[in-house]
Nanobody, 124 residues
Framework: QVQLVESGGGLVQAGGSLRLSCAAS????????MGWFRQTPGKEREFVAA????????SYGDFAKGRFTISRDNAKNTAYLQMNSLKPEDTAVYYC?????????????????WGQGTQVTVSS
């Protein structure tokens, strides 16, 4: 079982940036595919980005391309989501997720472990 703890959420003005962090424990971090998702009330959870264990392969939701960057530091057991040029529609609870299966760009929902989420609010 993997434990995931997100941090770094908060309130930011439109056009600003935030970096979310996800600290993982309970399993060899470098063996995990890491992902970020987001959800707003009344809507389905939305895929943001995913990253292979070694960091060489990524996938992004269409809205995230060019603005968001997923990364990881395997020495620190931590994954990150750098979010730039934020828009009010990016307001959501952002969740970190991990999965022990091999990275596949098509896997955008069924991750095995989830964090509790961190709120991101973008004001106009």
């Amino acid at each position: 079982q993997v434990q995931l703890v997100e941090s770094g959420g908060g309130l930011v003005q439109a056009g600003g940036s935030l970096r979310l962090s996800c600290a993982a424990s309970g399993r060899t971090f470098s063996s995990l595919v890491m992902g970020w998702f987001r959800q707003t009330p009344g809507k389905e959870r939305e895929f943001v980005a995913a990253l292979s264990g070694g960091g060489g392969r990524t996938s992004y939701g269409d809205f995230a391309k060019g603005r968001f960057t997923i990364s990881r530091d395997n020495a620190k057991n931590t994954a990150y989501l750098q979010m730039n040029s934020l828009k009010p529609e990016d307001t959501a609870v952002y969740y970190c997720a991990a999965d022990s299966r091999p990275f596949r760009p098509s896997r955008r929902s069924d991750f095995g472990s989830w964090g509790q989420g961190t709120q991101v609010t973008v004001s106009s």
